[in-house]
């Protein structure tokens, strides 16, 4: 067991939405139903750090902009009480993905001074554990069930936990932690306290999927788990700091404030949030598409007009996230986003599902074609009975 650990929690939820019509609705409709919010803005000045955390990567990693639109809006009354023990800093962040039409509820926290082992307690069920409250003792999974009932949203389809540990005992080397400890990597990962008695080849293997452009950061990806090291405040990450002020003092006349970032509990840090949450509002938009195909198939008395619509709403929404990857600026974080499709198997499936798509759609545009010629026939019967009783008059 390994003591003394510093870690940021994010806690996410996915929905589909069917509610807004737009970002704006979107946002209206939160301002109306809870006292203390903000909307997030990348150009307006905030007192909240978290805030100004996600500004400052924003514009450094996204050129001030996001791959795909986004908005997000930040809930003020849900705060902890004065006598809460546990995490600290804590933020809630909704956020509308408006081009895929789904919703994150997030939550964020921060944990100093703890073990390993409450690390991987944390991995197992933090989500359902409770803090103290203004409405009393809530977790982070009954707090995402009291803002979806009052946005009105259907149960979320897809949920992760990221956990980056920026202190790891008295380690200051990543590689000397993934020699030494490398099953309790494992451990915080999955969330197997037994992790010592693990088969070394089982390790490796749910280690496998990794990803870090520079030697003091590393995150590691497996199923709905996210564990991010950025070892802050070791040598190695002081003297990649000295570079960058070394270089942007004598290339821009100053060093960008994105280099100064320390602990946040959005885990904005090297861009990892925009990264985790693109892939799962993919993986939450694939998830919403095959539920649709299996709803169709009960639902056959639906009007055809209403299917060829939805099916032409679902198969443009997994194009333009899909282009999103394309379209990625920085090389490092579309690596990043490569690996984690891989690590929530959803690269396998991509070309399924578009070829699911197309043949939905072949299959009710047949429907749409078998449907006219009825009309068709409909028509060709009433014209013969609209003769028949002509005749019948002219007798």
């Known amino acids: 067991m390994v003591e003394n650990i510093n870690v940021n929690i994010s806690h996410a939820f996915y929905y589909p939405s069917g509610v807004f019509k737009s970002g ?53 009354d849900l705060h ?56 009393g003792n809530l977790s982070c999974a009954a707090l995402a069930t009291k803002i979806k009932d009052v946005l009105g949203l259907q149960n979320h389809t ?12 008295d380690y200051d080397n990543l590689e000397k932690i993934e020699e030494e400890q490398s ?45 991010f090291l950025n070892l802050l405040r070791t040598p190695r990450q002081k003297e990649y700091i000295d570079r960058q002020i070394q270089f942007g003092t004598a290339t821009y006349g100053g060093c960008n404030p994105y280099f100064f970032m320390e602990e946040c509990p959005l885990t904005v840090n090297h861009g990892i949030l925009f990264s985790v949450e693109f892939v799962m509002v993919l993986k939450a938009l694939i998830n919403e598409v095959l539920v649709f195909q299996t709803e169709r198939r009960k ?3 639906v009007s055809y007009y209403k299917r060829i619509k939805a099916t032409r709403d679902f198969r443009r929404k997994i194009i333009k996230v ?30 399924e599902v578009k070829y699911l798509l197309e043949l939905l759609e072949g299959d009710l545009s ?30």
């Open 299 to 301: 639902n056959a008395h």
């Open 183 to 227: 099953k309790l990597l494992y451990g915080m990962l999955s969330g197997d306290e037994g992790y010592e008695f693990v088969p070394d080849e089982l390790v490796k293997e749910r280690l496998e999927l990794n990803w870090g452009s520079r030697d003091f950061i590393r995150i590691y990806a497996c199923k709905e788990a996210f564990l």
């Open 24 to 76: 704006e609705e979107f946002i209206n409709a939160i301002k109306k139903r809870f006292e203390s919010v903000e909307v997030y803005d990348e150009d307006m000045k905030f007192d909240d750090a978290n805030i100004s955390d996600m500004q400052i990567a924003q514009k450094f990693l996204r050129g001030g902009g996001q791959t795909y639109k986004v908005y997000r809006v930040f809930l003020k």
């Open 80 to 135: 902890l009480g004065d006598e809460s023990k546990g995490p600290d800093k804590f933020c809630v962040m909704c956020s509308y993905f408006e081009e895929s039409d789904i919703i994150s509820l997030s939550f964020h926290y921060e944990m100093r001074g703890i073990t390993s082992d409450e690390v991987i307690a944390i991995r197992q069920s933090g989500v359902h554990v409770g803090y103290e409250f203004a409405d």
């Open 322 to 351: 899909l282009e999103k990857v394309e379209q990625t600026q920085i090389a490092e974080i579309g690596e990043l986003s490569a690996m984690l499709l891989t690590s929530q198997h959803v690269a396998p499936i991509i070309e």
């Open 366 to 395: 047949l429907i749409y074609s078998e449907r006219n010629n009825l009309l068709v026939t409909i028509l060709t019967v009433l014209g013969l009975l609209l003769a028949v009783w002509q005749v019948i008059l002219a007798l």
């Open 158 to 169: 897809e949920s992760s936990i990221m956990i980056e540990v920026t202190k790891f005992g």
